[in-house]
């Protein structure tokens, strides 16, 4: 059985002042995130979350964790892989915020291949092409700021809550 040192309880949250509810569909050909930025950027989204998304792509490119003892966070993301289509887009969440004052999107997946097989990650930034549809929904929060900065902890780039 593996096991990992769990420590204290250490979080940080905050509340937002404002929620507003975002819904749209990303067409064919476009890739994923930027249909979510696009989508973003049209209802000034610059702190949020993805509570669905579903649909279906070309073909999906993405990452996962693998262990490597020798980062500070013991793991690292492995080599993007892709996943031939056209794929069932099943499911995704994920976080939307900014880094170096540029619209970030950190979403993680699942989809089923043409066999019916399960895949899931970490979305890359390019290289997933809509296939038919994209249906989306996004939280936008208001009066906070979601950051992605350098976790000293971890040594990895990660968002940040104000």
């Not at 013991?74 to 289509?85: I, L, N, Q, R, T």
Request: hydrophobic letters at 45%; aromatic letters at 6%.
């Amino acid at each position: 059985m593996l096991t990992a040192p769990i420590g204290e309880v250490n979080q940080v949250s905050r509340q937002a002042a404002g929620v507003r509810a975002v819904v749209g569909r990303i067409f064919p050909k476009t890739d994923l995130i930027a249909g979510v930025k696009a989508i973003c950027k049209e209802h000034n989204v610059r702190n949020g979350a993805i509570v669905s998304c579903i649909g279906s792509l070309n073909y999906a490119r993405f990452a996962w964790a693998t262990p490597d003892p020798l980062l500070k966070a013991g793991f690292k993301y492995a080599d993007p892989a892709v996943v031939a289509g056209p794929v069932e887009f099943i499911a995704a969440q994920g976080t939307i915020g900014t880094f170096k004052d540029e619209l970030s999107v950190h979403m993680h997946v699942v989809v089923t291949d043409d066999n019916g097989r399960t895949w899931s990650g970490h979305v890359q930034d390019e290289g997933n092409p809509v296939c038919l549809t994209i249906e989306i929904v996004i939280l936008a929060f208001d009066g906070i700021e979601i950051v992605r900065e350098l976790d000293e902890e971890s040594g990895m780039t990660l968002f940040g809550i104000k």
